[in-house]
């Protein structure tokens, strides 16, 4: 009778179009991830290979290790279309679900804006890897929030580091233009502070030209950029809009090697149908996303070679977004699994044992090894104040077939950086009304 009954259960759940394991109730052997994603709209060519990467790192921990000690992860994707009204709404359908979800990564900073005050009173972590509130690395404010491996602010940073080392020094910045096209959206918007203060440093213009969303319709910015001739543009889009911007650089003249993708507009599916027109344009990945590792291997042979891979066209599987993808999955079990440490091995956690598990992440590359991602990742450690960890990047280069790595491993200068997260941390709290934590006191 068991047994029929869950079979009935997985119909049901079959039908309403959800993905992941089925439960009726919460066992003491599951712990939840929601998956919110976007497989349709504009931003569907990078929200495809990213959700494909992370609902398959899923299969892989449960299949290949049998979960989390023992503990089975259930997951189950909620659609977005990139829209922050279904993002709020899937938020609030999944927090709860199966004794409350260990952690949202939203997909989207739109979104991150909208449920993280609802997160921190309902007692949900936020997990933004590469993306969301960037002043959200500060700790002691946003107690919820982890913008792990690094924030728009983090990647603006080395791109100007980047543009800095080609010109011959940050001296060299002084008097040259810098274009930002952006997504007009609190994605797009995001790394503007950081710019507005590097600008002032480095004594370079910052010129600003937003995009309408979806952004197919670019004729008119790219005139601009003819007329105006920024010494580089550094690209904040995703989906669509990343290779009409690349065209209609090409269509105005303007050479894409002058060009920098943040790492959402830097994936394989963003250049590939331009081929040669796109050579030259660089981006920025998270890590060393642009590297395979023996994860990849198990991936192929616990999940695909049993027919279990969510990639079924054979597009996404190995790409830059589908391997930030299993990045953003492995550091949510390894957000459970750090709180099996502390809280018990084999037991289900709850939403706030898993959220101390995300603020004591330590993995050191004998645990990144072990894990299969030590060609893909540096050390990663997290504190009460510091929700971020360490935020390496490389700078990548279309050669008109395939990305190469064209750079040394990057961090952003702190001194640019942490100011902007003390003072807009500071203001939100101020704004939002926010005890600030004491980190030491906390121990």
């Known amino acids: 009778m068991k047994h029929a009954l869950t079979r009935t259960a997985a119909v049901v759940l079959a039908v309403a179009g959800l993905v992941g394991t089925v439960g009726t109730a919460q066992a003491a052997e599951e712990d939840f991830i929601p998956l919110l994603v976007y497989r349709t709209g504009s931003f569907a ?57 260990t952690g949202f990564d939203t997909q989207s900073t739109g979104i991150t804006f909208a449920v993280t005050d609802r997160a921190m009173v309902d007692g949900r972590s936020v997990v933004t890897v590469g993306y969301g509130l960037s002043q959200s690395a500060d700790g002691r404010v946003f107690k919820w929030n ?16 980047d543009i800095a080392k080609r010109e011959g020094g940050e001296a060299k910045l002084k008097g040259k233009k810098i274009a930002l096209v952006y997504h007009d959206s609190p994605f797009g918007k995001e790394p503007i502070p ?81 081929g040669a027109a796109a050579k030259g344009y660089h981006g920025i990945t998270i890590q060393n996303s642009a590297e395979h590792g023996r994860v990849h291997d198990d991936m192929k042979k616990y999940v695909y070679d049993k027919g279990q891979g969510a990639d079924k066209d054979g597009k996404s599987f190995g790409s830059l977004a589908y391997t930030r993808g299993m990045m953003i999955s492995m550091l949510q ?46 050390p990663v450690k997290t504190s009460c104040e510091n929700h971020m960890g360490t935020d390496w990047a490389r700078i990548i280069e279309w050669d008109g077939k395939k990305f190469n790595v064209v750079s040394g491993w990057y961090q952003s200068d702190p001194k640019y950086v942490q100011p902007l997260v003390k003072s807009l941390g500071d203001k939100y709290a101020a704004e939002k009304k926010l005890p600030t934590r004491d980190c030491a006191a906390e121990g």
Not at 146 to 161: N, R, S
């Open 333 to 378: 079990v390894e957000a459970i699994r750090t709180a099996q440490d502390k809280f018990g091995k084999g037991k289900h956690m709850t939403p706030e044992q898993v959220r101390w598990g995300y603020e004591h992440l330590n993995l050191d590359e004998a645990r990144l090894e072990k894990l299969g991602f030590a060609k893909l990742m540096r």
């Open 45 to 101: 060519p990078l929200g495809i290979p990213w959700a494909d990467g992370k609902i398959d790192y899923l299969k892989l921990v449960n299949e290949r290790d049998g979960g989390v000690n023992g503990v089975k992860i259930t997951y189950e994707e909620c659609e977005t279309a990139y829209s922050t009204d279904k993002g709020v709404e899937c938020y609030e359908r999944l927090k709860d679900k199966m004794g409350g979800a």
């Open 194 to 274: 950081l710019l507005q203060e590097r600008a002032k440093a480095n004594g370079f213009e910052l010129q600003l030209y937003p995009v309408t969303a979806p952004g197919v319709e670019q004729k008119a910015t790219w005139l601009q950029i003819r007329k105006n001739r920024p010494d580089f543009v550094l690209l904040w889009s995703a989906g669509i809009m990343t290779p009409t911007a690349i065209r209609e650089a090409q269509g105005v003249g303007y050479p894409r090697d002058k060009m920098y993708g943040i790492w959402w507009a830097s994936s394989e599916t963003d250049v590939k149908d331009l």
């Open 146 to 161: 982890f913008p792990l491996l690094g924030t728009y602010w983090t990647a603006a940073d080395v791109m100007i580091q």
